[in-house]
Antibody
Framework: QVQLQESGPGLVKPSETLSLTCTVSGGSISRYYWSWIRQSAGKGLEWIGRIYTSGNTNYNPSLKSRVSMSVDTSKNQFSLKLSSVTAADTAVYYC??????????????????WGNGTTVTVSS | DIQMTQSPSSLSASVGDRVTITCQASHDIKNYLNWYQQKPGKAPKVLIHEASNLQTGVPSRFSGSGSGTDFTFTISSLQPEDVATYYCQQYDNFPSPLTFGGGTTVEIK
């Protein structure tokens, strides 16, 4: 059974870079998209972006100038970097596996495995 | 970006009641819509994908319908373990950004 685990600093100073890693266990990282999603306290879900195992990425336009993602297939890990953070970036950050398939006239895409989430606080 | 509007933002119902949540997309998204359940302190869990397909292992009291811009999520008989926040999420025009609705918090009356 595939499991995801987020790791990284729980406290980041304003203007610095938030760095998180998601480790995939119980299955291969290959041939899937992998997403990062965040949730501020008491708020809804915000999709940050996705990465394919080839390294192709797509980002939320609202964060695109500050976000970068990478993947290390040898370690079954993918990572998130968010630069120039402010208090508004304080949130629970989740990684997730994007389950997808596309055929003529048929396309599904949903996040079927999630990490437990890690809380990141931006504060001096 | 495609905006997703969910309603109501919260509701309170009795055990055994039928509960309905709606989600409206700002553009036609065909049936490219998923529904997630998030219990307090937990990660979201997919219940419905492609608007109406029940994820494996999810109880049959959950269902979804709709296409185009208007979608409905239903719990046919509310159970105490269904207390959670429910989110819709669209994935039209891949690889465009994914967007979530604002969520609906379901409580027991």
């Amino acid at each position: 059974q595939v499991q995801l685990q987020e790791s990284g600093p729980g406290l980041v100073k304003p203007s610095e870079t938030l760095s998180l890693t998601c480790t995939v266990s119980g299955g291969s990282i290959s041939r899937y998209y992998w997403s990062w999603i965040r949730q501020s306290a008491g708020k809804g879900l915000e999709w940050i972006g996705r990465i394919y195992t080839s390294g192709n990425t797509n980002y939320n336009p609202s964060l695109k100038s500050r976000v970068s993602m990478s993947v290390d297939t040898s370690k079954n890990q993918f990572s998130l970097k968010l630069s120039s953070v402010t208090a508004a970036d304080t949130a629970v950050y989740y990684c997730a596996r994007d389950n997808w398939a596309a055929r003529p006239g048929y396309f599904y895409y949903y996040m079927d495995v999630w990490g437990n989430g890690t809380t990141v606080t931006v504060s001096s | 970006d495609i905006q997703m509007t969910q309603s109501p933002s919260s509701l309170s119902a009795s055990v055994g009641d039928r509960v309905t949540i709606t989600c409206q997309a700002s553009h036609d998204i065909k049936n490219y819509l998923n529904w997630y359940q998030q219990k307090p302190g937990k990660a979201p869990k997919v219940l419905i994908h492609e608007a109406s397909n029940l994820q494996t292992g999810v109880p049959s009291r959950f269902s979804g319908s709709g296409s185009g811009t208007d979608f409905t999520f239903t719990i046919s008989s509310l159970q105490p373990e269904d207390v959670a926040t429910y989110y819709c999420q669209q994935y039209d025009n891949f690889p465009s950004p994914l967007t979530f609705g604002g969520g609906t918090t379901v409580e027991i009356k």
